[in-house]
């Protein structure tokens, strides 16, 4: 029996890398997701989004694949705009989880990077809230090169 669940949050996948974003509400996950989408593709990257507002998280044997709600499939919330159609891949396999946090929650060189989801062991990282062009930024150059292992 396979595991899952479906969390708030937003997901995209970049150059392959799936990316889920989660934090409270109006902590600018749309909105990072949306500047990294365009950042990435702008750096001939595939970008695209797997799901907005509602995440579907599935345990499989390629990982946790990422996937939207039906209803939801191709939109995303712009506050102050509405809502948009994007481009969508119908799931991603989960290669990364950011939590959108105030700036005094974020530690300089965090110890451990990484986060339980469904018992899977992910890389982790924390981000500024509403800080969508610097979140980018770190998202696209993460797709890009990874991360260098000094242990």
């Avoid at 990072?32 to 989004?49: E, F, I, K, N, V």
């Avoid at 119908?90 to 959108?100: I, K, M």
């Amino acid at each position: 029996m396979s595991q899952s669940a479906n969390l708030h949050g937003c997901a995209i996948a970049i150059g392959g890398l799936g990316i889920l974003v989660r934090g409270p509400a109006r902590s600018g996950k749309s909105a990072l997701c949306l500047s990294a989408l365009r950042r990435g593709a702008s750096l001939g990257l595939h970008t695209r989004l797997v799901a907005d507002d509602r995440v579907v998280v599935a345990r499989s044997h390629a990982g946790i694949v990422l996937s939207a709600p039906a209803n939801l499939r191709g939109l995303i919330e712009v506050s102050g705009i509405g809502i948009l159609r994007e481009e969508t891949v119908a799931s991603a396999v989960l290669a990364l989880v950011v939590d959108l946090c105030e700036p005094a929650a974020i530690e300089r060189l965090p110890e451990n990077g990484t986060i339980p989801i469904l018992d899977v062991i992910v890389r982790h990282a924390r981000l500024p809230e509403r800080d969508a062009a610097f979140g980018a930024d770190v998202l696209v150059s993460l797709a890009m090169a990874p991360l260098v292992d000094d242990g």
